[in-house]
């Protein structure tokens, strides 16, 4: 091999590591997400200019983990794209009343995933009649034949058993 062709199957290999130490650098200070196609993209260049250094200098090890790196990029990069294209495909109707048959309640409140029941029951959202006769029916049945009046009333949480705390309601 030339001189030439060594050094820059040499520079390659820098500019891989370079690559890689920049996109763990810019994730270790939030610039990007792991996520992003930008950190994923830094990583597959960099894995992949990395194996065909470790390969020229017969350095077995390197190259094959640099590949599996490379593999774990390309996969990464693929998970993104499905989950961006899936995401693009869904269609959440403007109007609840597509979804339950009546119109939405006006909100204010911005609920999340965190939103306690009584944030929830403050917007006026209600369970349409429909489902609380199901979930009354499905109750009955499956507390018919035992001594269970109320099974909401016999759920105690183990912490506050002491105190006979119902957990629900």
């Not at 996109?23 to 997400?33: D, E, F, N, P």
């Not at 593999?71 to 989950?83: C, K, P, T």
């Not at 029941?117 to 959202?125: I, K, M, N, R």
């Amino acid at each position: 091999m030339s001189a030439a062709a060594q050094i820059l199957l040499t520079l390659a290999g820098w500019t891989g590591a370079i690559s890689a130490v920049v996109a763990y650098g810019l994730v270790t200070m939030k610039r990007i997400s792991p996520d992003s196609l930008l950190f994923q993209g830094l990583n597959i260049v960099g894995a992949g200019l990395l194996s065909v250094s470790a390969s020229v200098h017969s350095a077995w090890p390197s190259a094959v983990v640099n590949v599996i790196w490379v593999a774990i990029g390309v996969y990464a990069v693929r998970a993104l794209w499905n989950a961006r294209r899936t995401a693009a495909a869904v269609v959440v109707p403007d109007d609840a009343s597509e979804l339950t048959g009546s119109a939405p309640a006006e909100t204010s409140a911005d609920l999340s995933f965190d939103s306690s029941p009584e944030e929830v029951l403050a917007t006026g959202w209600e369970a349409p009649a429909s489902s609380v006769a199901d979930h009354d029916l499905l109750m009955d049945s499956l507390f018919a034949g035992t001594d269970v009046v109320d099974p909401a009333s016999h759920l105690v949480s183990e912490r506050n058993s002491a105190t006979r705390t119902p957990v629900a309601a």
